[in-house]
């Protein structure tokens, strides 16, 4: 069994710097990650891959060593692989790695679970050939593959990003096929004070943009009525675009638009949440340290709320501070001083974001979908089916569950659970934070009895209680 002062659920780049930070001020540390390398979905693999495909990912990408190479102290204990299944009150974590289980206590804990790619259920989006941009993404970090034919739908500018790898990669997308609209820039410039404090932003924007105009990569706007056709697998895009209908042939199709907290660490042990209507996500209850309701809790990076990465690595920053001056390393003075610069830079890394959630909202039509699309992907249920289960008297997402199976798969609603709150609020006239969301028990991820059987006794015994 470990036993630290500091447990770090996640290697991203908010757990990273918070590691870096909390062992610099003397804290015994353990890092707790899925991942076989450091770096997080963000910066996967980054220190191989920088070698590899440095001039591919770009600069943004390769500035992920910085962290890593923070890693690299005598007070932090990295585990690799290390998948968390259960947190209790300790904070007291179990997870399983290599096959076997183990168990981790510390006096403070930081899940820096980082973000999820907001699902985009679309008619055919369940076709083979059809996946998130991230995952197309994540295909050319650690494999070298850039998906070939490909037409990117969605909206954000992560669709910029992936689609000027891909063209630097010499597999340039077909087109972009975007879902915000005039209408959503013209109101997004209410935000553009803000937006040019992060002119670093802004300029680099630009920069894609014109990279992909270089590149003679076709874009349509504001476009609606999107369908993916195919049978076997996906072999076209549809919509309507300034009016007229529009049919792209393509063998792949990468749906974004947009991110979401990672939050099924969280609610597995209740830490209240909150909704977000902006950006129609919940957020958890945190304090400006990220400390939560459960004061030896506490939660940095985009689980907290989408930042970015360099906002993230500074929040991890300062929950690293403010759990040092609770352990006694740093006085409240000291903890302060340190934390006013970072709080600065903080704050002109979060300036753009007003202006970019409002030029790239969501798309309603995936918010709502059609009555005929799935929904659940594990369990195959509709948006129909869920519309139909609110006028049976379903209320809330763990309804669902009794009414027709909807997150009961193995993600556990981690996928769907928006989706799910977000239609049964509009066929209840209630709010989302009204309707709630999937109540979320351990395991938080599969784990076998042989994993379990694999503890040590005392573990064991201590598990069972």
Same mark, same amino acid.
């Given at each position: 069994?470990?036993?630290?002062d @500091?447990?770090? $659920?996640?290697?991203?780049p ?6 870096g ?6 804290? *015994?540390?353990?890092?707790l990650d899925e991942?076989p /390398? ?7 693999d +980054?220190?191989r891959? *920088?070698a590899?495909?440095?001039?591919i990912?770009g600069?943004d990408?390769t ?7 923070? @890693? ?6 990295? @585990?690799? &692989?290390?998948? +968390? =299944?259960?947190?209790e009150? &300790?904070?007291? +974590?179990s ?12 006096k403070?804990?930081?899940m ?5 790619e907001?699902p ?14 991230g995952a197309?993404?994540?295909?050319l ?6 998906c070939e ?7 954000g500018?992560?669709l ?17 096929v975007?879902?915000?609209?005039r ?13 040019l ?5 802004l @300029?680099?924007?630009a920069?894609?943009l ?7 990569v076709?874009?349509?706007?504001g ?7 195919g ?5 076209? $895009?549809?919509?309507?675009s ?5 049919r ?13 907290p ?12 909150? =909704?977000?209507?902006?950006q ?5 209850h ?9 004061p030896a809790?506490f939660i940095?990076?985009d689980?907290?709320?989408?930042g970015g ?10 929950a ?6 609770d352990?006694?390393?740093?006085? #409240? ?5 340190a934390?006013?610069?970072? !709080?600065?830079?903080l704050a ?7 202006f ?5 909202p969501?798309h ?6 059609q009555?005929p699309?799935?929904v659940? !992907?594990?369990?195959?249920v509709?948006a ?5 289960m ?5 209320l809330g997402p763990?309804q669902?569950?009794a009414f ?9 609603g ?6 799910v709150t977000r239609?049964?609020?509009? /066929?209840?006239?209630l ?7 999937y109540?979320? !028990?351990?395991?938080?991820?599969? $784990?076998?009895l042989g994993?379990?059987a694999?503890?040590t006794?005392?573990?064991? #015994?201590?598990?069972?209680k």
């Amino acid at each position: 069994m470990h036993e630290v002062d @500091l447990i770090i $659920v996640g290697a991203g780049p908010a757990g990273m710097s918070a590691a870096g930070r909390a062992a610099e001020c003397g804290l *015994s540390v353990l890092i707790l990650d899925e991942q076989p /390398a450091a770096g997080g979905q963000i910066y996967r693999d +980054v220190d191989r891959a *920088s070698a590899l495909r440095g001039d591919i990912l770009g600069k943004d990408f390769t500035e992920g060593q910085t962290l890593t190479r923070r @890693l690299d102290h005598e007070n932090i204990t990295h @585990l690799k &692989g290390a998948v +968390v =299944w259960q947190i209790e009150d &300790g904070p007291r +974590v179990s997870y399983t790695q290599a096959g076997q289980g183990g168990v981790a206590c510390s006096k403070r804990m930081i899940m820096a679970t980082g973000a999820l790619e907001r699902p985009m259920p679309l008619p055919g989006w369940t076709l083979p050939g059809v996946m998130t941009a991230g995952a197309a993404q994540i295909l050319l970090k650690q494999s070298g593959i850039a998906c070939e034919r490909a037409v990117l739908v969605g909206s954000g500018p992560l669709l910029y990003l992936i689609a000027t790898q891909m063209v630097r990669a010499d597999v340039p997308p077909i087109a972009l096929v975007e879902t915000q609209t005039r209408q959503d820039f013209i109101g997004s410039l209410r935000h553009l004070g803000g937006a040019l404090r992060g002119w670093r932003y802004l @300029l680099k924007g630009a920069g894609m943009l014109w990279h992909l105009r270089r590149a003679r990569v076709s874009r349509y706007l504001g476009v609606s009525d999107i369908a993916i056709e195919g049978k076997e697998a996906a072999q076209a $895009v549809t919509f309507t675009s300034e009016g007229k209908s529009q049919r792209i042939a393509c063998e792949t199709v990468l749906l974004h638009h947009g991110v979401v907290p990672n939050t099924q660490t969280a609610r597995s042990i209740d830490i209240p949440h909150h =909704w977000d209507e902006r950006q129609a996500y919940f957020v958890p209850h945190c304090d400006e340290w990220g400390r939560t309701p459960k004061p030896a809790v506490f939660i940095a990076g985009d689980g907290a709320g989408i930042g970015g990465a360099k906002a993230a690595a500074l929040a991890g920053e300062i929950a690293a501070l403010d759990i040092a001056c609770d352990l006694n390393r740093l006085t #409240s003075a000291d903890r302060e001083a340190a934390a006013r610069p970072l !709080r600065a830079r903080l704050a002109k890394e979060r300036a753009a974001r007003p202006f970019i959630d409002s030029a790239y909202p969501p798309h309603a039509a995936a918010l709502a979908p059609q009555d005929p699309t799935i929904v659940c !992907r594990c369990e195959e249920v509709t948006a129909g089916d869920i519309r139909r289960m609110a006028g049976l008297g379903c209320l809330g997402p763990n309804q669902t569950k009794a009414f027709g199976r909807a997150g009961m798969g193995p993600c556990q609603g981690r996928y769907c659970g928006l989706t799910v709150t977000r239609l049964l609020a509009e /066929a209840n006239g209630l709010s989302p934070d009204q309707t709630g969301h999937y109540r979320i !028990r351990p395991p938080i991820k599969p $784990v076998t009895l042989g994993e379990i059987a694999a503890m040590t006794p005392q573990e064991t #015994s201590e598990q069972s209680k």
